[in-house]
């Protein structure tokens, strides 16, 4: 097996005479968060249906772990955590259910898959919604059950197509200090995404493509340098926002511009700031509502290689 976790080879796809992906050359790394940044309707979904087997390429090679996609579907998809576009069909099902046949699927015991729910749902923030029905659900909450079901079963690669599309500002920032995490802990993650500004804050690697072709892939820091992590935040209680950040080790500074909090983070700590803050602002019922990079040097690429803004 070869360095990359994910490999595709010349990757196409025709719906009829329409062109959707074309000769798309994937390279994902272990252990990278792969941002797979595009416009609606660059191809994105469309690929991750031909990664985890749902789409036949018309032609051209996928290798994921080494094995080849689909003729080792099976084998692969164990190892394989998959959160749709679209979140979950099981609409008659409890997200508790829907989570231990998740499990199940991925080969697990049905008693460590159920105690694997409980834990998940928790995590994912929904654990008081275990017996609720999935049809029963917002958008926001079907996203974070989708979410946890692609962790069931520990798998050492995520595939995850546009996550944050359902969720409000403070679910965003919560979601991507967790993907921050699972990817300390070793995981491989590939992202799909049309926000700049979140690509730029959870991923270490990316791939730019628009119209079914790849325009640019490698690690981010490479494709812009980027010297250090500038945030524009603005909440119900600034404050009490800014009291917090100013006695936190990992904020370098923190100042108040036009009403918008300017928040400066030592970068090796970005995951304790994306965790610690969403659980402050919470317990303090305090509203989260902006959050973005206040440079972007992922979107300074996309205008001047490519004329496209922030969403893309």
């Not at 409890?94 to 199940?104: A, C, H, K, P, S």
């Amino acid at each position: 097996m070869g360095t990359y976790v994910i490999e595709t080879n010349k990757l196409t796809k025709f719906f009829g005479k329409r062109n959707v992906v074309y000769h798309l050359n994937l390279k994902v790394p272990k252990g990278v968060v792969y941002g797979f940044l595009g416009p609606n309707g660059a191809g994105k979904t469309t690929t991750i249906k031909m990664l985890t087997g749902a789409l036949r390429p018309t032609y051209g090679e996928i290798r994921i772990f080494g094995l080849r996609m689909p003729n080792d579907r099976v084998e692969i998809m164990k190892r394989v955590g998959y959160m749709p576009e679209v979140p979950i069909a099981y609409e008659d099902m409890t997200i508790f259910e829907f989570l231990v046949y998740m499990g199940r699927l991925a080969g697990m015991k049905k008693e460590d898959a159920m105690e694997q729910a409980k834990e998940l749902m928790e995590y994912a923030g929904i654990g008081k919604l275990a017996m609720n029905r999935i049809g029963e659900l917002s958008s926001g909450q079907k996203q974070r059950a989708s979410f946890a079901a692609a962790l069931m079963g520990n798998p050492e690669l995520l595939i995850l197509d546009e996550p944050t599309a359902n969720l409000d500002p403070l679910g965003r920032m919560e979601f991507i200090g967790k993907v921050i995490q699972l990817a300390k802990a070793g995981k491989t993650i590939f992202i799909s995404s049309h926000i700049v500004s979140e690509v730029e804050k959870m991923c270490n690697y990316v791939g730019l493509i628009n119209r079914g072709t790849m325009l640019a892939q490698g690690r981010v820091r490479e494709l812009a340098s980027i010297e250090e992590d500038d945030y524009d935040v603005l909440t119900s209680d600034n404050g009490k926002a800014m009291a917090f950040l100013r006695e936190k080790p990992y904020i370098r500074e923190a100042w108040e511009e036009e009403g918008i909090l300017r928040v400066k983070v030592d970068p090796r700590f970005l995951d304790e700031f994306f965790l610690a803050f969403p659980k402050y602002l919470v317990e303090n019922g305090i509203r989260l509502k902006l959050f973005r990079p206040h440079t972007s040097p992922l979107e300074r690429i996309l205008m001047e290689k490519f004329g496209v803004g922030e969403e893309v």
